[in-house]
Nanobody, 131 residues
């Protein structure tokens, strides 16, 4: 059974930093370069990809977070569990939203997240940035 559990959300002042973690278990792909990603959905906004990292280490960032956020991953020795981190620096009010961790074979594009028809998702963690 695939499980994704996010942690690290909270309230932070603009300009400060916050790091999210996502513990992924039960997700194994021997023949694909799997994607792990963070998405967010702000108030009244569509689902937005924040950052993506493949199992081989290739990264992708949404335009609004380039240069400020960093995605990384660590795996247990037996590769049964993987932790995905999202380090968020120089945070802005527009970074407010519910952040979701996702594991799958490709990136997701859609209006709402999570969407269980496309990969595996966590339940989300709230991030609020205030001035």
């Amino acid at each position: 059974q695939v499980q994704l559990v996010e942690s690290g959300g909270g309230s932070v002042e603009a300009g400060r930093s916050l790091t999210l973690s996502c513990l992924v278990s039960g997700f194994t792909r021997d023949f694909y370069d799997s994607h792990y990603a963070w998405y967010r959905q702000g108030p009244g906004a569509e689902c937005e990809i924040v950052a993506d990292i493949t199992k081989s280490g290739r990264t992708y960032y949404g335009d609004s977070v380039k240069g400020r956020f960093t995605i990384s991953q660590t795996s247990s020795q037996d590769s049964v569990k993987t932790t995905i981190y999202l380090e968020m620096n120089e945070m802005k009010n527009d970074d407010t939203g519910t952040y979701y961790c996702k594991a799958g074979d490709s990136q997701y594009v859609g209006e709402t997240c999570p969407n269980s028809d496309f990969g595996y998702w966590g339940t989300g963690t709230q991030v609020t940035v205030s001035s």
